[in-house]
């Protein structure tokens, strides 16, 4: 029997690549290996994104279409979306009576992202919803509605999954046996940098480069990535250590690269060049992802349909869970 794994992404905007090394591509080997649900968590993404339902609308097509493009295989795997299971909200709600608030407060991931928009909105965190502070509860109800054994995380989610499993046990201490606890999987991907050298390339910080960019973006971006500032002329020997245009050069893998390092500590290659090189090797790069993002943004009656069946399949687990969640808490009326 193959174990279950079950991971989600929130729909605020395209898969980049720091996304894609970081997680995504690893996501495309686990569906081999196991029974596997992807999950777009469009209700935790509101949970950030209330007042902009458009924005989460419209991405939970693009992240459909980013999951299928890079090969994610709707025969092997279960996509689905969050919302359209409400067994997952219903399980949140008797969840949040096993979690108390101190706890969510501590909780790491949570802690962070409070101290982060406290820095953007400048509040003493006045502004932090309900629905925020617990959206932790509401990723455990993820996890344990498909009974999710593995999940695939980077390190920050890490705390999450720990609350989940907290969760698991307080619910199985009092109503009994019923829920299992899930592990994470880390993989062994690293954090990918940012075009202007920021240690992350995210989506907020406007330095990614995403896998269906055209090419004129794509150049666009690659032309203004930060390279060594201390090479000024065209010949000037520099770092490359210090370098994202050599950085991307080498996660992608790109044929020459050991020359490319080599060239560029001796002074023997400008910039322009380099960049004009990766601009190159990176179209090709994600030509195939691009291609069949492509077949799935002129066949939005395909992404349709994988998306109903997906989320179909994941109901009837869900489903499964819910009774016998309600069983245990007594609350099956009339079953
Ligand atoms: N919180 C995750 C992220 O921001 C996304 C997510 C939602 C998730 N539900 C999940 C991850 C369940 C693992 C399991 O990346």
Redesign the pocket.
């Known amino acids: 029997m193959k174990k279950t794994i079950?991971?989600?992404?929130?729909p605020t905007g395209r898969i980049h690549l720091g996304h894609y090394f970081g997680a995504t591509k690893n996501w495309v080997k686990l569906q081999d290996d196991y029974n596997s649900f992807f999950?777009i968590?469009d209700v935790?993404a509101l949970t950030d994104n209330f007042d902009n339902p458009t924005k989460v609308r419209e991405n939970v097509r693009e992240i459909a279409i980013d999951l299928l493009a890079i090969g994610i295989n709707p025969e092997k795997s279960t996509i689905f979306i969050q919302s359209m299971i409400p067994e997952i909200a219903e399980l949140t709600i008797y969840y949040s009576n096993l979690v108390t608030m101190a706890r969510l407060y501590r909780n790491p991931t949570i802690k962070t992202e409070i101290a982060q928009k406290k820095a953007i909105f400048g509040n003493d965190g006045e502004s932090v919803t309900y629905g925020f502070v617990g959206y932790p509860v509401s990723?455990a109800a993820?996890?344990t509605a498909f009974r999710?054994e593995l999940?695939p995380?980077?390190e920050d989610?890490l705390p999450?999954i720990e609350q989940c499993r907290e969760i698991v046990r307080k619910f199985n201490n009092i109503y009994g046996e019923t829920l299992k606890e899930p592990e994470a999987y880390l993989s062994k991907t690293t954090r990918i940098k940012g075009l202007d050298g920021n240690e992350k390339m995210g989506k907020s910080l406007g330095n990614a480069i995403y896998l269906r960019d055209n090419e004129e973006t794509i150049t666009k971006k690659i032309m203004g990535a930060v390279t060594d500032t201390n090479k000024i002329k065209k010949d000037d020997p520099a770092d490359p250590t210090k370098c994202m245009v050599y950085y991307y050069h080498d996660l992608i893998n790109s044929e020459n690269k050991e020359q490319i390092c080599k060239e560029c500590q001796e002074g023997s290659r400008g910039c322009v060049t380099c960049k004009k090189e990766l601009i190159k090797n990176m179209i090709e790069f994600l030509k195939p992802i691009q291609e069949k993002g492509k077949y799935y943004e002129e066949h939005p009656e395909v992404v349709d349909e994988i998306l109903l069946n997906g989320t179909k399949k994941a109901k009837e687990v869900a489903k499964e869970t819910m009774k016998e969640v309600k069983k245990a808490i007594k609350i099956d009326y009339y079953d």
């Open positions: 079950l991971t989600g992404i929130r999950e968590a935790q990723q993820d996890i999710g999940v995380v980077g989610q999450l």
